[in-house]
């Protein structure tokens, strides 16, 4: 079946920059809308950053501007550039994939930790 392996979170100072990864095996990963989801302790996961199958990109208002969406198809792998982090940015990040491009979800990630200090 489906599965999504994130990775690159950790602790970074304000200011600093993350990338996280995705892992997608067992799908045609090409044809998956994919997204970045976070939820932080108390609040609502939130739809951070999307990308479809033909490379379209948005992202929550947030972050536009400090961070980046993009996918490699050939390593079946997502990745999130985080750049100018804040403390608001602190959350437990998701990867989610749209396998039919409809915008439901119906794969998630176990999710990768990201902290950043002030």
């Known amino acids: 079946q489906v599965q999504l392996v994130e990775s690159g979170g950790g602790l970074v100072q304000a200011g600093g920059s993350l990338r996280l990864s995705c892992a997608v095996s067992g799908s045609i990963f090409s044809l998956y809308a994919m997204g970045w989801y976070r939820q932080a302790p108390g609040k609502q996961r939130e739809l951070v950053a999307r990308?479809?199958?033909?490379?379209?990109?948005n992202y929550a208002d947030s972050v536009k501007g400090r961070f980046t969406i993009s996918r490699n198809n050939a390593k079946n792998t997502v990745y999130l550039q985080m750049n100018s982090l804040k403390p608001e940015d602190t959350a437990v990040y998701y990867c989610?994939?749209?396998?039919?491009?409809?915008?439901?979800?119906?794969?998630w990630g176990q999710g990768t930790q990201v902290t950043v200090s002030s």
């Open positions: 989610a994939a749209d396998k039919y491009n409809l915008g439901y979800n119906n794969y």
């Open positions: 990308i479809t199958s033909d490379g379209s990109t």
